[in-house]
């Protein structure tokens, strides 16, 4: 299968929601350059954690902007891609239907899964919604993330094409690995397991295998610690 892909890239700007940001992101027609650490044009605010080698690039699946419509008519207005500052936009792949560590050709370019989006709390202000990021993570609805393994020039007009499946781990299963269930050590090492996921997942897996405890989510969801955090 192949799947045709809108485009989106965007600086570091002042935005009216969430601050210093590149979540305001535009279409992006013609042919760019894909390296390393993203597309040419493309920034990120907060490298600690946005961006780099792992995080390179962001999908987000289109369908799911009907499920928000549903969720909040209020806003349905603002559901439209990119809204949630994402590069990649298709129909046809979610969460259920990619996995950890799937190669796909793009163009010149060759990239790989490597973990699902982590929603921070900077959707919340985006939205309106307090606990947005909350929402979405409970939803499952939270695209994915790739590294670039090969660099190449990419556009709207090369499709994505999967090259080879490495693991038996969803993208979905992930979230709910990572997310949904309770401690579960099996899990985790099957998780670990999966060739291609990303460094940050890997370390976050492991640290609860040595500390037999999940981490504290609220600092990430709603931008302050937990009595555990």
């Not at 600690?48 to 499920?67: N, V």
């Not at 099957?190 to 040595?210: C, D, E, I, K, V």
Request: glycine content about 10%; proline content about 6%.
């Amino acid at each position: 299968m192949a799947y045709t892909p809108l485009v989106f890239t965007g600086p570091v700007r002042d935005t009216a929601r969430c601050g210093r940001s590149a979540i305001e992101k535009r279409q992006t027609e013609g042919v760019l350059q894909l390296g390393a650490t993203g597309l040419a044009g493309d920034e990120q605010a907060e490298k600690a954690f946005h961006g780099g080698p792992d995080r390179a690039l962001c999908h987000y699946p289109r369908e799911h902007y009907d499920y928000w419509k549903m969720m909040y008519p209020e806003i349905e207005d603002r559901f439209v891609a990119p809204f949630f500052g994402e590069n990649i936009s298709t129909l046809g792949m979610t969460e259920d239907t990619v996995f950890i560590g799937d190669i796909y050709q793009w163009g010149g370019a060759v990239i790989q899964i490597t973990q699902p989006r982590s929603p921070c709390y900077k959707l919340n202000p985006l939205t309106d919604v307090s606990d947005f990021a909350l929402v979405m993570q409970d939803s499952g609805r939270t695209g994915w993330l790739y590294r670039v393994i090969g660099k190449g020039e990419v556009s709207g007009l090369h499709p994505l094409k999967l090259l080879t499946r490495t693991s038996a781990v969803s993208v979905r299963e992930a979230v709910a690995i990572a997310f949904h269930l309770p401690f579960d050590e099996t899990e985790y090492r099957r998780l670990l397991h999966a060739p291609g996921l990303s460094a940050s997942w890997t370390l976050t897996m492991q640290r609860r295998l040595t500390s037999g405890k999940i981490e504290d989510f609220n600092r990430r969801l709603f931008g302050f610690a937990g009595p555990f955090g």
